[in-house]
Every structure is written in C-alpha cells, then in structure tokens.
C-alpha cells in the first residue's frame, strides 16, 4: 500500500530554518504529484506548496518555502527559511496523480502522510 513518511519537522525561532522530507512507498514515485498541506490549531488546512514538473506555491509561503523532489530516492522536500510564528502547523505529505489538475486541493489528494510538527517561535 502507499506509505507517506514524513520527518525533519521541529521547534525553531523567528528567522530560521527546516527542510521536511517525505519519503514515498508503494506508488511509482515519478507518475504522481506530490504536495504539502499544513493545518493549525482551530483552522482548516490549507495548501502550501506542490511539485510536478514544476512548482507551485500559497501566497503566504511564496518566496520563503521551496519544494523540490528526488524521485531516484523517491522523496519530496520542502525547505522552509525565514521561517514565522505563523507557520506554526502539523505539515502534511501528500500524493495524487501527475495527471490531476488541481493541486491546491485537499480533497484531490488520495495519500497522505502522518504529519509532523513545525513550531516557531517569537
């Protein structure tokens, strides 16, 4: 079955920096769409960032966040810098296929990963 595992989440102050990585089981890594989702306490979740081919990100994270993949390891990556208290959420690895349009949608994506806690603070 798809297995989704992410790591690399942790506590971190205002201004630094975490890179997330997903490592993909179970699928054929370069036929799917992969992309991260973070959800905060008593908000919804919300798209962040995703990868085809090419890159897409939110608004709140362009420019700061990058998303990149290795499908020789079958890992996705997301670098975050100049990291803010408000990207404080549990980060979520998600997977649909390459052939799907919408990637900024949660319920467009089949697999996803247990999540893993990004705080920062003030």
């Known amino acids: 079955q798809v297995q989704l595992v992410e790591s690399g989440g942790g506590l971190v102050q205002a201004g630094g920096s975490l890179r997330l990585s997903c490592a993909a089981s179970?699928?054929?890594?370069?036929?799917?769409?992969m992309g991260w989702f973070r959800q905060a306490p008593g908000k919804e979740r919300e798209f962040v960032a995703a990868?085809?081919?090419?890159?897409y990100y939110s608004d709140s994270v362009k420019g700061r966040f990058t998303v990149s993949r290795d499908n020789a390891k079958n890992t996705v990556y997301l670098q975050m810098n100049s990291l803010k208290p408000e990207d404080t959420a549990v980060y979520y690895c998600?997977?649909?296929?390459?052939?799907?349009?919408?990637?900024?949608?949660?319920?467009?994506?089949?697999?996803w990963g247990q999540g893993t806690q990004v705080t920062v603070s003030s």
């Open positions: 179970g699928l054929t890594f370069s036929s799917y769409a």
């Open positions: 990868i085809k081919s090419n890159t």
């Open positions: 998600t997977g649909q296929s390459i052939s799907s349009w919408n990637l900024r949608a949660a319920e467009w994506y089949p697999y």
